[in-house]
């Protein structure tokens, strides 16, 4: 009979303990950051109503017409695996009337997303993102602030050599002039597009301009550009945006291609990618402004600003950049040889987790060496041996690995002693 081998789904995987610590670690340092700015943590649902998507990110995306994992439930409601986190904390926004807060509402997100891609290296159809997103305040500060946060963050996390690019898509007012003029540019030149172009052209005209294409390339560069076209609003918006990131010196580079792809973004919109020594970049994550979006999912008119970043991308520089050393926090390890050793010592470990004094063991090991090895390669300081005489005397044996000493303790008496020594 031939056994079934389980796996994870394609693209999915297993976060392991080795790899898990770089998750908590990055999520304690967006904690500090949201905790500094004043960001509450939000966590949503990993289903939401297809119609979410569709309506915010928007039906004609790369991410709702081909990426998304829906379900229809045994009530016949189709439900979606979260494809990003904005548009469920916009709904979350509007369900829970936060219009009742003081604003704006700030909230921060550590979750997995899922998007049904081509799996290659640093992209999953399972990932983590981490996400800040300020709801209710429409001026410019905002916009510089949150990449301003973005780029703290990234500097608490020690990633170097990475340069954001920033532009403006406008808004309801100057964008559909901008989109029209950049559809008869592309229908004149339709036939040196590549096939995919071809079809954005007629349903999202703005991701012609991200296209990667060699083939498109020379087409783009001669394209209109958005800040010409940029109402007075607008173009106003965008230049303090980039006079306070001035102010801070935050260097940027301006993108007029970058368009982010999705529905619900207007005016600024921004990416943060690292460089390595070839010039190749890496998305990490990106954001922008998005003042419709809760008017669009049936709130009103919200203005507001935000930004995420994919986590697994971040935990391949960090990997490559500043291996976060692996820090053992016990200060005691316990060794035992012998049947009774062995039964005192669960009791024995119950005294220091009650005392909160962190205790490492080897429980499984019965040879003393293996045991000794194991609290040297977790560089503990003090070892304590129970030997069978030991434990039928009441005592046991205390070693320093640091100074090599080795001295007989009461048992009645470890916790003080130990304790003692720690304060030294
Ligand atoms: P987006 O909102 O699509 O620009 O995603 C923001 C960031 O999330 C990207 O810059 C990536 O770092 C990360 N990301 C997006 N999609 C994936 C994926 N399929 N696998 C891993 N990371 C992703």
Known sequence: MSRIKFQTPTGMHDILPEEEKYYYFIAEKAKKIADFYGFGKIETPILEEQSLFEK???KETDIVGKE??????????????????????????????????????KLWYFAPFFRYERPQAGRYRQFWQVGFENIGEEGSIIDAQLIQILSNFLEELKIKNTIIEINSLGDKECR????????????KRENSLCTDCKKR?????????DCKQDKCQPIKTNAPQILDFLCVKCKNHFREVLEYLDEIELPYSLNSSLVRGLDYYTR?????????KESNKLALGGGGRYDDLINMLGGREIPACGVSLGVER???????????????????FLAQTGNLSKRKSLKIIEEFRKKRIKVAESLGRDSLRAQLNRADKLNIRYVLILGQKEALDNKIILRDMETGKQEELELDSLIKEIKKRLKK
């Open 56 to 58: 915010s990110v928007g």
């Open 268 to 276: 600024t919109v921004f990416e943060i990618f690292a460089t390595d």
């Open 176 to 187: 559909p002039t901008y989109k029209k003029k950049l559809s008869s540019y592309f229908k």
């Open 68 to 105: 998304m994992y829906t379900l229809k439930t045994k009530g016949n409601d189709l439900l979606t695996l979260r494809p990003e986190g904005t548009a469920p904390v916009a709904r979350s926004y509007i369900e829970n009337g936060m219009y009742n807060l003081p604003q704006p509402v």
């Open 314 to 332: 971040l935990i391949e520089l960090m990997k490559k950049q500043n291996e976060i050393e692996e820090k053992n926090d016990a200060p005691v």
């Open 201 to 209: 052209r007629k349903t999202n005209i703005l991701r012609v301009l």
